[in-house]
């Protein structure tokens, strides 16, 4: 398992704001990790107070940019994208 030190700042972004298109869209839930990696493959992301639903869910590779000491996520998306993600995580069908 890799130490803190090791983990990019995404893997600890619990509850850091989320931007998109500029604007403040909702919070980090929490960031999933596949396996053992050390980096999340997808971040779940609360809504419930700009977008209708509760959650959505965001693939890391569109992050642009993290910012620890602002504790915000910035998303290569603008707030209509964000209305088109999923609620729900994806199901890999085997």
């Not at 809504?47 to 590779?61: W, Y």
């Not at 602002?70 to 088109?84: E, G, K, P, Q, Y």
Request: glycine letters at 8%.
């Amino acid at each position: 398992m890799a130490s803190a030190a090791s983990e990019g700042p995404l893997a600890r972004c619990h509850g850091f704001y989320v931007l998109a298109g500029g604007r403040e869209v909702g919070a980090i839930e929490t960031p999933v990790f596949p396996g053992a990696s050390s980096e999340p493959d997808f971040l779940v992301v609360r809504t419930e107070d700009s977008i209708p639903g509760t959650f959505r869910v965001v693939s890391a590779l569109l992050v642009e940019d993290v910012d620890p000491a602002a504790r915000s996520v910035t998303l290569s998306l603008d707030r209509d994208a964000i209305v088109a993600l999923p609620e729900e995580l994806p199901l890999i069908d085997r």
